[in-house]
């Protein structure tokens, strides 16, 4: 079992920035963060294997956000800068459970979700 317990999320202006903090307790292998707006489905925002090697980004926030893990802590990080109203969700870290990619952009490959945190965009 593996949990996961998000931090970091606020309010902030267009064009601010935020990082987001995901405290994982056991191996989580490949790990990814999740969105979902009201009245939206939970979509893909980025993702990250074990080692860090391999990162995977939406379009919608390619160039503006930064996954990264420091294993020794059991910790994932998503640095989101130029925030745009848009941005404005509820974001979930997730666990793979495995190393494999398989799925890495699908919610449903993933095992394990924190509780999610609320981020706000202000225009």
């Known amino acids: 079992q593996v949990q996961l317990v998000e931090s970091g999320g606020g309010l902030v202006q267009a064009g601010g920035s935020l990082r987001l903090s995901c405290a994982a307790s056991?191996?989580?292998?490949?790990m990814g963060w999740f969105r979902q707006a009201p009245g939206k489905e939970r979509e893909f925002v980025a993702a990250i294997t074990w080692s860090a090697g391999t990162t995977y980004y939406s379009d919608s926030v390619k160039g503006r956000f930064t996954i990264s893990r420091d294993n020794a802590k059991n910790t994932l990080y998503l640095q989101m800068n130029s925030l745009k109203p848009e941005d404005t969700a509820v974001y979930y870290c997730?666990?793979?459970?495995?190393?494999?990619?398989?799925?890495?952009?699908?919610?449903?490959?993933?095992?394990?979700w924190g509780q999610g945190t609320q981020v706000t965009v202000s225009s």
């Open positions: 997730a666990a793979k459970g495995t190393s494999s990619t398989i799925g890495i952009y699908d919610r449903g490959h993933y095992a394990y």
């Open positions: 056991g191996r989580s292998y490949a």
